[in-house]
């Protein structure tokens, strides 16, 4: 009996040896005693797999001449437009044409009734046979009174009157032909006549409208011909020259079309085909050219926070962040000045990267390898 109680006494103490045991290694497995032998190892840092860009991904600054890009924009407009207007007061008798109508220039646009004009007309052309009846009078008479003077039948005081009676009604004649010629001009006015070719865009008033002088009709647009107009900074106007070709995006057309700028800030359009409108919203944009060469970067390598551009750098392998100061912008060419912040030999990473850490070990491949990061979507990069 003694001998077993001793042997079950051992047991007892063996398992609650165990169970300290095991409540000690729960407590210290949150480090292996491997793991923090490898933390503690001098090399740690050697272990971490560097990441591999690939040259079309990491390429040193370009040294190039970056033209600088004037924008503005604005409504095309069509300066060669005309507001046909009624010379005359009247009834709109007829007007023949309808909004989108093409016209030439002197076709008839419509009728407005002129039987006042004609009146007057006639009125003036009856007045002036009749001064020049009397005109006709006044020279027979002054004949024959010369002839008498010459005879000494008649004073030369009578000469004189007969003479002065002549002269007046030469000057009766000469008004009244002037007012005959007035009352014409206004009868051919009072015609609607279309004073350029182009399309009729707009109708102000339709037949049966009683219709006043100078109230407008129709207007006439000729398209084959349209200007953008804007404004541009004081310091980038005196850079502009008539004659300077710009490009032109148009809003609902995909291919940007070439103009050619003209006075002022104007640019000038043939529309030959007249496939465009007057009205459409339009960005123009003019290149200057640029005789300095300068440092330059992929525009989509430049990022922002906290109101500071940077770029990232493959330097001495490690990833660097480079804040930097930028200058112009080449949207065709997609490059962008470096002002500050960067040298001409440090590869940059041309797209946007998601998780980099500045100091991470990095290198420059000839291949990509699957260390090789994806770049970030470009939809997601410009966010």
């Known amino acids: 009996m003694r001998k077993r109680l001793v042997i079950g006494v051992a047991v007892v103490v063996a398992a609650i040896g165990a169970a300290f045991a095991i409540k000690a290694g729960r407590g210290s497995a949150a480090v292996p005693a491997s793991a923090a032998m490898a933390a503690n190892a001098p090399d740690a840092g050697a272990s971490e797999v560097p990441l591999d860009f690939t040259p079309g991904e990491a390429a040193r600054p370009l040294t190039l001449a970056l033209p600088q890009v004037v924008e503005f924009s604005g409504p095309l407009v069509a300066p060669n437009t005309a507001i046909v207007r009624a010379k005359a007061t009247g009834t709109l008798l007829a007007l023949d044409v309808q909004e989108g109508q093409r016209v030439k220039a002197g076709e008839s646009l419509g009728r407005i009734d002129v039987s006042e004009l004609q009146s007057k007309v006639a009125e003036r052309a009856a007045n002036l046979a009749a001064v020049k009846t009397t005109l006709a009078q006044a020279q027979r008479t002054h004949e024959s009174n010369i002839g008498l003077a010459n005879d000494k039948f008649i004073s030369p005081i009578a000469l004189e009157n007969s003479k002065s009676s002549l002269d007046s009604a030469k000057a009766q004649v000469a008004a009244a032909e002037a007012t005959l010629d007035s009352a014409r001009i206004a009868l051919r006015d009072a015609s609607l006549v279309a004073p350029i070719s182009g399309i009729v865009s707009k109708k102000y008033v339709v037949a049966g409208e009683k219709v006043t002088a100078e109230q407008q009709v129709v207007t006439i647009v000729d398209l084959r011909l349209l200007e953008l107009a804007g404004t541009v900074g004081t310091q980038e106007v005196g850079r502009l020259t008539t004659g300077m070709p710009a490009t032109l995006k148009i809003e609902g057309l995909d291919k940007p079309m070439d103009g050619k700028r003209s006075i002022g800030v104007v640019v000038q359009l043939q529309n030959p085909k007249e496939t465009l409108r007057a009205g459409q919203y339009a960005v123009a944009q003019v290149q200057i050219g640029d005789a300095t060469p300068r440092l330059t970067v992929p525009i989509s390598a430049i990022s922002s926070a906290s109101g500071q551009e940077y770029v990232w750098t493959v330097e001495n392998g490690k990833l660097l962040r480079r804040t930097v100061t930028t200058g112009r912008r080449d949207p065709v060419k997609g490059r962008a000045e470096v002002?500050?912040?960067?040298?001409?030999?440090?590869?940059?990473?041309?797209?946007?990267?998601?998780?980099?850490?500045?100091?991470?070990?990095?290198r420059v491949v000839a291949v990509a390898t699957a260390a090789t990061p994806k770049p970030l979507p470009q939809a997601a990069a410009t966010r």
Do not use: C, I, M
């Not at 002002?339 to 990095?362: I, Q, S, Y």
């Open 339 to 362: 002002l500050e912040g960067l040298t001409a030999d440090a590869p940059v990473l041309g797209a946007r990267f998601d998780n980099l850490r500045e100091g991470a070990k990095a």
